[in-house]
């Protein structure tokens, strides 16, 4: 592979042997890339001519379908694909990665593999290889595309060049209501890398107006001074988290500890303690002591009454701050759902439960169903509240007013 300076190349990599062989409108429609987009990718790609790529985050597979098509008449070039999902986000019937089984249905093994419904921080170490091309395009709330950057990094060569796409989707979800996320992981992650970097020199991404277009998508060369300076990224961590990896945090940890000084091990571990308290308290407080502290008063006899996602979030919350759960979970499908992360399951108790004074935390979804509950239990002496938030502001509320 070419090592040239990105910088300073010699080419204008939308305008450079753009290597496109499929014409089907469902993928381009699909796409979440835009023509300047794909043929800046495509460009690079024919022009370094990397041997091993990666890409994280696979989605439908218009991306993939790019990346393949750069590399179809290049013998021994190949791409790993790494997908947290194992469907399309936006149509769970349909596989991760569809369009490339419909562009290349005769796709050689050794031109691509996909590997799907892990985080990237569990399979990267098995690879047995390193990459001189990534493109990084998962989830854009911060900071999964940061701590995807930090286990990739080791597996990265010199010169490597990363793609981060969406790096302006911020500007987007700002401007419309009930956005999922604001977006800001692409751009955090684009500022906070050291390296050389590019973007198409036409802007055509319209997020704020049809007069003032945007890029929305850059290329990093990775180099010693990327290493040096990992630390900004670090630093990024501390920004607020607009979601909490509960389910991979503890195998993000163990890369990062594997390939990475005590320091920023340390730092690492102060941005998950901070940012639990923040996501977890519906952005309530930065006071982690307070929220631990909290957490182990929540008094013994306090049940919590549902087995689906939510509970098993909130055991995954003590379980990263090594508090022991020790809480009752009751649900009425006990007989379906014996135990989850460990804990067993209890059908709901009505013995005795109006001579007791007892908290009740619902972690159901549905809206209804939380309030029938809720009505119930309240007419017979119990403190009902909806979700361990609700739990941790009141009594942090409580702990400030008796301060």
Known sequence: MKTDDIENL?????????????????????????????????????????????????????????????????????????????????????????????????????????????????????????????????????????????????????????????????????????????????RILASSVVGGKLTPRKKTTFYVSETEPVNNIIAVQVTSETRKYICNLFMSLLLPWEIFPYDDIKSIRSCIARHYSTKFVEQFDEAVRMNLAWVSSNKMTFSMSLYERILCELPGNTVFYGAGTNMVKIIEIFNTLNIPFEFEIWDINADKISAIKGHRICFPNNDNIVNESRTMVITLSNKGTISGIAENYRSLGWNVVNGLNQVVREMIIANCEHD
């Open 10 to 186: 010699c080419i204008i990599p939308e305008d450079y042997d753009y290597a496109y062989s499929d014409n089907s409108d469902g993928i381009i429609q699909r796409s979440e890339m835009n023509e300047t987009e794909r043929k800046f990718i495509s460009g690079l790609i024919r022009y370094y001519c990397p041997e091993n790529i990666i890409e994280l985050g696979v989605s439908y597979g218009s991306g993939t379908v790019t990346i393949l098509n750069a590399i179809i008449d290049k013998p021994g070039a190949n791409l790993v694909s790494i997908d947290k999902l194992d469907y399309y986000y936006k149509d769970i019937s349909v596989p991760v990665g569809s369009a490339v089984y419909e562009t290349f249905p005769n796709l050689e093994e050794t031109k691509w593999r996909l590997i799907s419904g892990r985080d990237p921080s569990i399979v990267l170490g098995d690879l047995a290889r390193v990459f001189d091309f990534a493109v990084i395009d998962t989830s854009h709330a911060h900071p999964i595309e940061s701590l995807n950057f930090l286990c990739l990094l080791p597996y990265l060569k010199d010169g490597a060049i990363v793609i981060i796409h969406d790096i302006s989707l911020f500007l987007f979800c700002n401007s419309i209501d009930n956005a999922p996320n604001q977006s800001f992981a692409p």
